[in-house]
């Protein structure tokens, strides 16, 4: 069983940047690759970037690709997604996700492990 705790979600002006977190514990020996999803109000959850176990492997949707970066520091357990020019379609709370796997997907049905989510708003 792994657990996932985000972080850094927050209030943010159009243009601005954050950073958010994915802290991973639990059965943190295993390799997993993991994602990040984010879910609108009153739309389903979706697909925003995802990471191989390696790093070696990135996926990121459309929307968001030039715009945000996926990471990952497999000593400390944690992944990350910087967020530059962030606009207000990008506002959701976003979820981290991991698969007992170390390659990654960006079929959302293809993770084992979710985190609470965190809230991102971007305004206008």
């Known amino acids: 069983q792994v657990q996932l705790v985000e972080s850094g979600g927050g209030l943010v002006q159009a243009g601005g940047s954050l950073r958010l977190s994915c802290a991973a514990s639990?059965?943190?020996?295993?390799?997993?690759?993991m994602g990040w999803f984010r879910q609108a109000p009153g739309k389903e959850r979706e697909f925003v970037a995802a990471?191989?176990?390696?790093?070696?492997?990135?996926y990121y949707a459309d929307s968001v690709k030039g715009r945000f970066t996926i990471s990952r520091d497999n000593a400390k357990n944690t992944m990350y997604l910087q967020m530059n020019s962030l606009k207000p379609e990008d506002t959701a709370v976003y979820y981290c996700?991991?698969?007992?796997?170390?390659?990654?997907?960006?079929?959302?049905?293809?993770?084992?492990?979710w985190g609470q989510g965190t809230q991102v708003t971007v305004s206008s």
């Open positions: 996700a991991a698969r007992a796997t170390v390659v990654a997907t960006t079929k959302i049905y293809e993770y084992d492990y």
């Open positions: 639990g059965r943190t020996g295993s390799r997993y690759a």
């Open positions: 990471i191989a176990w390696s790093g070696s492997s990135t």
